[in-house]
């Protein structure tokens, strides 16, 4: 469902990513872990379309988001940390214009905007001005914009940020809901714990090499720390500590 092949971005003579090569399938949750400046959001918004590769290819559901990049978007949910909002716009205005962009037709539209406003619990201020939500709201509402035209893959930087508990449980359900029906999530994340609970498989990026994939006990086992914490695993394998 995703593939990043020979996946690089430079930056004058830095390489912030430097030769990614991952895949996803259908129905996986995969945690994406580095220390800052690693490349993370730089991979993410390669994958999202934001920035242009300078080598490597991203093929989204079997399309090439360089060659079609329409189509690539049309499957894909982007959920930034920090989305943009209009904020002199109602929530349901702003639902009803990303339908627009996606060319939903009205029936299709109102039901979706109704189905998310429910499972996100906005129904209370759904039709208040965006301006007047917490930070924890106007992430429910950039959410529920991203999964509006039922996309195949999520692409999601840091979901939890500005979540209070009750929020975040919330959104987990909703993404292993999503992952059961078979869509891929790619889920960037600095919390240790939300990746070995919610992900499959982790990748950890250092200097924007991809230096391991596997799942928590297979990354345990390459960091010579079984029945060590996950933040242990991740300080060897980051090369952060020698314990």
């Not at 996986?28 to 959001?41: D, H, R």
């Not at 195949?152 to 987990?172: F, N, Q, S, T």
């Not at 059961?180 to 999530?185: D, N, R, T």
């Not at 079984?226 to 952060?240: I, M």
Request: hydrophobic letters at 40%.
């Amino acid at each position: 469902m995703i593939q990043l092949i020979h996946l690089t971005k430079r930056f004058g003579r830095l390489a912030a990513v430097n030769d990614v090569t991952l895949e996803v399938p259908s129905g996986e949750i995969f945690g994406f872990l580095g220390p800052n400046g690693a490349g993370k959001t730089t991979t993410i918004k390669m994958m999202a379309g934001i920035l242009k590769p300078t080598e490597g290819t991203v093929i989204i559901d079997g399309r090439d988001i360089s060659e079609d990049p329409v189509g690539a978007k049309q499957v894909t949910g982007f959920i930034p940390d920090r989305g943009f909002l209009y904020e002199k716009l109602t929530g349901i205005e702003c639902l009803q214009f990303v339908a627009s962009i996606y060319g939903m037709d009205h029936g299709r539209m109102e039901s979706r905007i109704n189905e998310l406003v429910t499972l996100f619990e906005m129904d209370k201020w759904a039709g208040d001005l965006i301006e007047s939500y917490s930070h924890g709201m106007k992430q429910r509402l950039v959410m529920s914009a991203a999964l509006l035209h039922e996309p195949k893959v999520i692409v999601v930087d840091e979901p939890m940020v500005g979540l209070d508990p009750k929020g975040a449980r919330l959104v987990k359900s909703v993404f292993r809901s999503l992952a059961g029906k078979g869509v891929s999530i790619f889920m960037s994340t600095h919390t240790l714990g939300i990746a070995e609970e919610m992900c499959g498989r982790i990748g950890i990026i250092n200097e924007g090499r991809l230096i391991v994939v596997g799942t928590a006990s297979e990354l345990r086992q390459k960091a010579g720390a079984e029945g060590r914490d996950l933040e242990t695993v991740f300080l060897r394998l980051t090369q952060d500590i020698d314990d």
